[in-house]
């Protein structure tokens, strides 16, 4: 399945992974939301999926190079090395920016999400009962899964491999983000400790977890392109439409957690109107930023269309 590519592809293929990796640091953005807007979503599922027993049958009858090829691994090699680079280098930027300007961060999201859900509804041929009643759908389970309320749990087996099955999910999905999933659950701190304190056998469980998930779940999201595509695509862009109630700029904060550097950050916050911002925090809304962002972000998803409109 692999597809022939140009140097100038694979460095574009970088960069949309730094995209990605710069995307899922932030708690409640995920970075297959980028993968979506920047065209390599489903090729992205189906290389997942082709991680199976036919790819060891290859690899043991034909060798390495053959299986390489088979699971489309330069592919996921450069997406993986761009992510990597991203959370190295400019995560830190993204991460500051997130806690000195949230909600000129948050804007520049929220126009990236509102109009990828407009170019999600572009693809969509025909609009009918079948696809308004998946839309819709996905924008209340979103909305649902973004006003829970976190939990507090033990960090068990079951919870830990079951966490990162769920996490791994929802950062493949195109709306939510896996630490936010984590957040949600109430894993969050106990997976930060483990990995800060070296604690492999919880990392290990975790990382099975993410394994059995994402191989699981690309084979679902697969199957859903193959055989109902129209009604899949119907229900990510509702997904996503519902997903910005997290990403909305102007937030009160109801209650804080500890991260893995001891600083504390929101846990729990509610939507509130700009207007309304100023009064309660006592902070600027930095209104006249935050909407020329939501354009700024909104433009970058229109360019990045234009763009693979282009190559064809």
Not at 45 to 53: A, D
Not at 209 to 228: E, K
Request: a neutral charge; aromatic letters at 10%; charged letters at 10%.
């Amino acid at each position: 399945m692999s597809i022939k590519r140009t140097t100038g592809d694979y460095l574009a293929l970088f960069l949309k992974g730094m995209l990605m990796g710069a995307a899922d640091v932030v708690p409640g953005v995920s970075g297959g939301t980028i993968a979506f807007i920047t065209g390599i979503y489903e090729e992205l599922i189906n290389t997942i999926k082709g991680f199976n027993l036919q790819a060891v049958r290859v690899l043991f009858s034909d060798g390495p190079v053959a299986c390489w090829k088979q699971v489309n691994g330069t592919f996921l090699l450069v997406l993986l090395v761009g992510i990597i680079t991203s959370i190295a280098t400019i995560a830190g930027a993204v991460l500051f920016l997130l806690a000195n300007h949230p909600i000129l961060l948050w804007a520049f999201f929220f126009g990236l999400i509102l109009a990828s859900v407009w170019l999600v509804m572009t693809h969509i041929e025909r609009w009918d009962l079948n696809l308004m009643s998946g839309f819709i759908l996905g924008t209340l389970l979103a909305f649902a899964v973004t006003s829970f309320a976190p939990v507090s749990v033990e960090p068990t087996t079951l919870m830990v491999l079951l966490s990162g099955a769920i996490a791994i999910c929802a950062m493949i999905l195109p709306g939510i983000s896996g630490s936010f999933i984590l957040l949600l659950l109430g894993m969050y701190a106990h997976i930060l400790a483990a990995v800060k304190g070296a604690d492999f056998q919880v990392i290990g469980l975790f990382i099975l977890g993410c394994i059995v998930g994402i191989m699981s779940f690309s084979r679902v999201l697969s199957w859903m392109f193959s055989h109902h595509r129209q009604v899949t695509l119907a229900l990510l862009a509702g997904f996503m439409l519902g997903s910005l109630n997290k990403v909305w700029p102007w937030k009160y904060t109801l209650a804080y957690t500890i991260n893995r550097h001891g600083e504390q950050v929101p846990l729990q916050q509610e939507n509130i109107l700009p207007w309304n911002f100023q009064s309660i925090t006592g902070e600027s809304s930095f209104v006249i930023g935050a909407v020329a962002l939501m354009l700024v972000g909104m433009m970058v998803v229109i360019a990045m269309e234009r763009y693979q409109a282009a190559k064809g």
